[in-house]
């Protein structure tokens, strides 16, 4: 039997270039000839070193000693000049620490005596010429062809990276001809949340939509599981790397799928490229945009808030900011920037980096450099800079009028940022 793939296999677009480093970053790597004439010079010895050693073809396994060695001379260059590795006491580059306390209480009498009511942010709720959204899914009608087979996938990780599991699930299982079991959430260590696909989301209305495009269903026939004994962990789990492109899914995984019948793949969180057919994005679309709608008490909760957000913004037009900080203990430790909690802080995000991703900040090699993800944008704002940055807003920036509203999540050692928003009174 030949298998069924009815979406087209055109090849995927190339990836998009690699983004520019902050200029932050360009401008100090800029301020440092000397370290980098220093490590030319370097670079120049170890070359004359290597050549010599080749030329005569002996003590060969020095190369690679000299080599690791220049490498490690390179890095530790790169730490020298940011802020560096963890525990680094060296010399910090410009923004590479993180300094807001000082920067607030500097900037606090300023803050509290401006009076200034002109609309500094009036050009934020303005639309670009030509915006807002358009629908960009056309609907299909007709029946399916055979399945070829059932998948299960387990989607881990928080909220967004769950979304996206579904989403990548229903487009694999569509480009594949499969049916898709309804994904499994996995109990993640750090959040410790048992909810269940329909306990998040409307569950039937999720099957409606996508009728046409693939077929949902809640189990696996019993047939079926007798062979594993009815037991999901017999079935054959595929361990795909992240970003995974489609074209794998076709030439490993649907063999296996029309010899067991039954796949299981997890876990699942970002195991399909962002590049892929126009068919394969349609049914992520048509999954993100239409097909998942939040269950009831969700949407009754979330309509609420809306609610009253929007009319303590009347002054505002019923225009409103909201922000999720996620100032929280496992974006903190991911992050792996440093803030202002001493050896304390270092320990415990040592440790909620091993009980969240087991190994994979320790591995060999692997070199933390807090500084320059500093330097680039990639640490969480604290609630004391959200502070500051709501002051420079004049009609969004708290008062008695007008409220910004924080949404905040398992606040990491909340007293201690509590104590610093105190302070203003």
Same mark, same amino acid.
């Given at each position: 039997m030949h298998p069924k793939i009815r979406l087209p296999t055109t090849p995927s677009p190339s990836p998009p270039s690699s983004p520019l480093r902050s200029p932050h970053l360009r401008h100090i790597r800029s301020g440092k000839s000397s370290i980098n004439h220093h490590r030319s010079v370097l670079h120049r010895l170890s070359f004359l070193v290597v050549s010599v050693l080749l030329s005569r073809q002996r003590v060969l396994l020095f190369a690679p000693f000299l080599y690791l060695t220049s490498m490690m001379f390179y890095i530790g260059s790169d730490q020298f000049d940011l802020g560096g590795g963890v525990g680094n006491n060296g010399p910090? =580059?410009? =923004?590479?620490?993180? +300094? /807001?306390? $000082? *920067?607030y209480n500097k900037l606090r009498r300023d803050m509290d005596a401006d009076n200034s009511t002109s609309d500094a942010i009036s050009t934020v709720w303005k639309r670009a010429k030509g915006a807002g959204w358009k629908p960009c899914i056309n609907k299909i009608s007709g029946g399916l062809p055979e399945s070829n087979g059932y998948i299960f996938v387990e989607a881990n990780g928080g909220l967004n990276q769950q979304r996206t599991s579904i989403c990548n699930a229903v487009a694999v299982a569509g480009y594949l001809n499969a049916t898709l079991v309804i994904p499994n !959430? @996995? !109990? @993640? /260590?750090?959040? +410790?949340?048992? /909810?269940k696909f329909s306990d998040i989301y409307d569950e039937d209305f999720f099957v409606k939509? *996508? $009728?046409n495009d693939v077929r949902v269903v809640n189990t696996i026939p019993g047939y079926l599981m007798e062979r594993f004994d009815r037991n999901m962990s017999n079935v054959y789990n595929f361990k795909i790397k992240a970003w995974a492109p489609i074209r794998y899914y076709k030439d490993t995984v649907l063999p296996r799928l029309l010899e067991e019948k039954v796949i299981r793949i997890s876990p699942f969180a970002n195991r399909l490229s962002f590049d892929a057919p126009p068919a394969v994005q349609r049914l992520r679309c048509l999954t993100n945009y239409e097909a998942l709608r939040f269950s009831n008490p969700i949407l009754t909760m979330g309509e609420t808030l809306v609610a009253r957000m929007k009319a303590r913004s009347v002054n505002n037009g019923g225009k409103y900011i909201s922000v999720h900080l996620r100032f929280e203990e496992d974006m903190v430790a991911f992050s792996c920037c440093v803030y202002d909690g001493g050896r304390k802080e270092l320990e415990d995000m040592i440790a909620a980096r091993e009980r969240g991703w087991k190994g994979k900040f320790t591995k060999p090699g692997r070199v933390l450099q807090p500084g320059v993800n500093r330097v680039n944008g990639k640490c969480p704002l604290t609630p004391l800079e959200l502070v500051v940055m709501g002051h420079g807003l004049p009609h969004v920036g708290p008062s008695e009028d007008e409220l910004l509203w924080v949404w905040l999540v398992h606040l990491w050692v909340e007293a201690h940022w509590v104590a610093q928003r105190g302070q203003r009174g």
């Open positions: 910090k =580059g410009v =923004g590479s620490v993180y +300094r /807001s306390p $000082e *920067l !959430f @996995h !109990f @993640h /260590s750090i959040w +410790r949340d048992p /909810s939509t *996508l $009728e």
